[in-house]
């Protein structure tokens, strides 16, 4: 029971609460009686590995193109596969990345550049720049945040520029997602 | 004049207006804009009371739990200042944010800041191992750094999300008045 807007889209109460959402599908928009708003459907991911092959080491002096989050806890829209987040509509989206990393011994001076590379093109204003001078023997983390308006169709990666030999990630400490806010 | 649907009123007021118990839970304006901000959002945020002053953690190489204890925004109460917890009111995917303004105090002092889940490091993750970030290696002893932490996490309602730091070498310290721990549902 519900009210039906132009024969598909619908507003219907559903335990207490509404739901907005087209005729057949899933609910897009649910108002709980505390007024909380909230989106069951809404496109976007968490991804990471389910096993564990210890410390991998990165190509030097290129862009590593990271890939190996084979496993979801949430991937609703259809948006990723394979390590790439495929913006199923346009809007702006949430990316986050973090992965534990190591610098191996003879390397100081030496630096990763984490970065979300879009449709296979890698973006200046998302520079970062992690370990520089962190002491040869020790560890750190590339964790990075960035907002994208993106079109429909437009592709996001992960790429970590490694400066040295041996500088290697561990995977199983990754996490690689997106969420569409708006 | 509106549409009662079971308790929520639609309106036109320059937009489409939705209100429940007569507060306004979300707009979708005449410019396109659409807001959903309402006061009964899940969404907290958290820091450290009082004058600032360092708070020794309690052992050297272990987990610690940080635990803010004061609010100025907590919706429904879903953060326990006397526990440390959010507790996620409903199924959704939250954005978790938190640092502690950290200071080493040993030679080789380190931290891993990490939001657990349920009282687990990897719990509701996809990742076969948890999400370790590493700060402060290969600093010098009684040096600081923050550790800024984000993440994207799906949770169902009732499970608890909190911020632990693991101290290597220490114990170490954090300075509360400068740190926070803040959530909000995304969707």
Same mark, same amino acid.
């Given at each position: 029971?519900?009210?039906?807007?132009?024969?598909?889209?619908?507003?219907?109460?559903?335990?207490?609460?509404?739901a907005?959402?087209?005729?057949?599908?899933?609910?897009?928009?649910? /108002?709980?009686?505390?007024?909380?708003?909230?989106?069951? @459907?809404?496109?976007?991911?968490i991804?990471?590995? @389910?096993?564990?092959?210890?410390?991998?080491?990165?190509?030097?002096?290129?862009?590593?193109?990271?890939?190996?989050?084979? @496993?979801?806890?949430?991937?609703?829209?259809?948006?990723?596969?394979?390590?790439?987040?495929t913006?199923?509509?346009?809007?702006?989206?949430?990316? #986050?990345?973090?992965?534990?990393?190591?610098?191996?011994s003879?390397?100081?001076?030496?630096?990763? #550049?984490?970065?979300?590379? /879009?449709?296979?093109?890698?973006?200046?204003?998302s520079?970062?720049?992690?370990?520089?001078?962190?002491?040869?023997?020790?560890?750190?983390?590339?964790? /990075?945040?960035? /907002?994208?308006?993106?079109?429909?169709?437009?592709?996001?990666?992960?790429?970590?520029?490694?400066?040295?030999?041996?500088?290697?990630?561990y995977?199983? #400490?990754?996490?690689?997602?997106?969420?569409?806010?708006? | 004049?509106?549409? =009662?649907?079971?308790?929520?009123?639609?309106?036109?007021?320059?937009?489409?207006?939705?209100?429940?118990?007569?507060?306004?839970?979300?707009?979708?304006?005449?410019?396109?804009?659409?807001?959903?901000?309402?006061?009964?959002q899940?969404m907290f945020?958290?820091?450290?009371?009082?004058?600032?002053? !360092?708070?020794?953690?309690?052992?050297?190489?272990?987990?610690?739990?940080?635990v803010? *204890?004061?609010?100025?925004? *907590?919706?429904?109460?879903?953060?326990?200042?006397? *526990?440390?917890?959010?507790?996620?009111?409903?199924?959704?995917?939250?954005?978790?944010?938190?640092?502690?303004?950290?200071?080493?105090?040993?030679?080789? !002092?380190?931290t891993?800041?990490?939001?657990?889940?349920?009282?687990?490091?990897?719990?509701?993750?996809?990742?076969?191992?948890?999400?370790?970030?590493?700060?402060?290696?290969?600093?010098?002893?009684?040096?600081? $750094?923050?550790? =800024?932490?984000?993440e994207?996490?799906?949770?169902?309602a009732?499970?608890?999300? $909190?911020?632990?730091?693991?101290?290597?070498?220490?114990?170490?310290?954090?300075?509360?008045?400068?740190?926070?721990? $803040?959530?909000?549902?995304?969707?």
């Amino acid at each position: 029971m519900g009210i039906d807007l132009g024969g598909a889209f619908t507003i219907a109460g559903v335990s207490g609460a509404q739901a907005l959402k087209f005729a057949g599908s899933a609910d897009a928009l649910t /108002i709980d009686t505390t007024g909380r708003t909230y989106y069951p @459907n809404q496109i976007g991911f968490i991804a990471g590995i @389910n096993t564990d092959p210890g410390w991998v080491a990165q190509t030097s002096a290129a862009w590593n193109r990271q890939n190996w989050m084979n @496993n979801t806890s949430y991937n609703k829209g259809g948006g990723y596969a394979a390590g790439r987040f495929t913006a199923p509509v346009a809007g702006s989206y949430l990316f #986050h990345w973090t992965v534990y990393q190591y610098k191996p011994s003879a390397v100081q001076g030496n630096y990763v #550049h984490p970065q979300f590379w /879009i449709n296979g093109a890698s973006q200046p204003t998302s520079y970062r720049l992690k370990a520089y001078f962190t002491p040869a023997g020790y560890s750190f983390d590339s964790e /990075i945040a960035d /907002i994208f308006y993106l079109n429909a169709g437009d592709y996001v990666d992960i790429y970590v520029y490694s400066s040295a030999a041996g500088i290697s990630l561990y995977q199983a #400490h990754g996490l690689f997602s997106g969420f569409l806010v708006g | 004049m509106g549409i =009662d649907l079971a308790g929520t009123t639609l309106t036109s007021s320059a937009g489409l207006v939705a209100t429940y118990s007569g507060s306004q839970i979300m707009k979708m304006g005449s410019t396109g804009v659409l807001q959903r901000y309402n006061p009964g959002q899940p969404m907290f945020r958290a820091g450290g009371s009082g004058t600032a002053a !360092w708070v020794v953690f309690a052992a050297a190489s272990t987990w610690d739990k940080v635990v803010f *204890n004061a609010t100025n925004v *907590n919706v429904g109460s879903c953060y326990n200042t006397s *526990n440390g917890r959010f507790t996620a009111p409903v199924t959704g995917v939250y954005l978790m944010v938190a640092h502690t303004y950290y200071h080493g105090n040993t030679a080789g !002092w380190y931290t891993h800041p990490m939001f657990w889940v349920n009282g687990s490091s990897n719990a509701r993750r996809p990742s076969a191992g948890a999400q370790h970030r590493m700060r402060g290696h290969g600093s010098a002893s009684g040096y600081e $750094e923050d550790t =800024d932490s984000l993440e994207i996490i799906s949770l169902i309602a009732g499970d608890y999300v $909190e911020f632990y730091n693991y101290g290597g070498g220490g114990p170490n310290q954090w300075l509360p008045q400068y740190s926070r721990y $803040e959530g909000y549902l995304l969707g």
